[in-house]
């Protein structure tokens, strides 16, 4: 398996919803990632974790919540979103460390009426 | 700070045409550079790493340090090859930074 599966593909919410994202990976990979991605941008790190713990943070709102519950999985919870949100929202994985390459899911859509 | 720069927003090439897409660099450490291709509906997929030097799809690119460039050549475009390309570049061992990316269309 050499695949990041994110769900759902498209999510719409209400600013007033919480909802989450999900992410997983069977690579063995220690260290997962979140990206941001709007329309004809390139993707914007928001959060590392390596080995479980959170280890960048790119100074993302608190209405972005990551979570990784154990090494193939990562969340991220979202609540009182504002319509700018809406973006691309893009996992990846990797080994970690100096040479890694990084592994990048399909996405999840994120619309915020 | 690191910055990543592609020049050009969109390239148009003809078909069997050599193409060479632009990415310079700047950083203060020791640079691992990537080049990423995102195929229309397709997720974003690494096409080359300059540490391997290998040849994907044709297409290669060699990291120059003196001219702190990383540009993606390929000697004979195809039309598959019409996609979005961002350079990246790797530091602090996981914080992978994209250039704003470079749309390439080969016209039939």
């Known amino acids: 398996d050499t695949e990041v599966t994110q769900t759902p593909k498209h999510l719409v919410m209400g600013m007033t919803n919480k909802k989450s994202l999900k992410c997983e990976q069977h690579?063995?990979?220690?260290?997962m990632y979140w990206y941001k991605q709007k329309a004809k941008k390139p993707p914007e790190l928001m959060f590392v974790?390596?080995?479980?713990?959170?280890?960048i943070n790119e100074s993302v709102p608190s209405r972005f919540s990551p979570e990784c519950p154990n090494s193939s999985l990562l969340n991220l919870h979202l609540h009182a979103l504002q319509p700018e949100d809406s973006a691309l929202y893009l996992c990846?994985?990797?080994?970690?460390?100096?040479?890694?390459?990084?592994?990048f899911g399909e996405g999840s859509w994120l619309t915020v009426v | 700070a690191q910055r990543v720069t592609q020049p050009e927003k969109l390239l148009s090439v003809f078909k069997g045409a050599p193409v060479e897409l632009k990415c310079n660099y700047s950083?203060?450490?020791?640079?691992?550079l990537f080049w990423y291709v995102q195929y229309s509906r397709q997720r974003l997929q690494l096409l080359l790493r300059?540490?391997s030097r290998e040849s994907i799809k044709g297409f290669t690119a060699d990291l120059n340090k003196g001219e702190t460039s990383f540009h993606l050549k390929k000697p004979f475009a195809q039309e598959e090859d019409s996609a979005m390309y961002y350079c990246?570049?790797?530091?602090?061992?996981?914080?992978?930074?994209f250039g704003t990316g470079t749309r390439l269309t080969v016209i039939p």
């Open positions: 990846a994985s990797s080994q970690g460390g100096l040479g890694n390459t990084i592994y």
């Open positions: 690579m063995g990979h220690r260290a």
């Open positions: 974790y390596s080995y479980e713990k959170l280890s």
């Open positions: 950083y203060s450490g020791s640079p691992e």
């Open positions: 300059h540490i």
């Open positions: 990246a570049l790797l530091f602090e061992a996981n914080n992978l930074f």
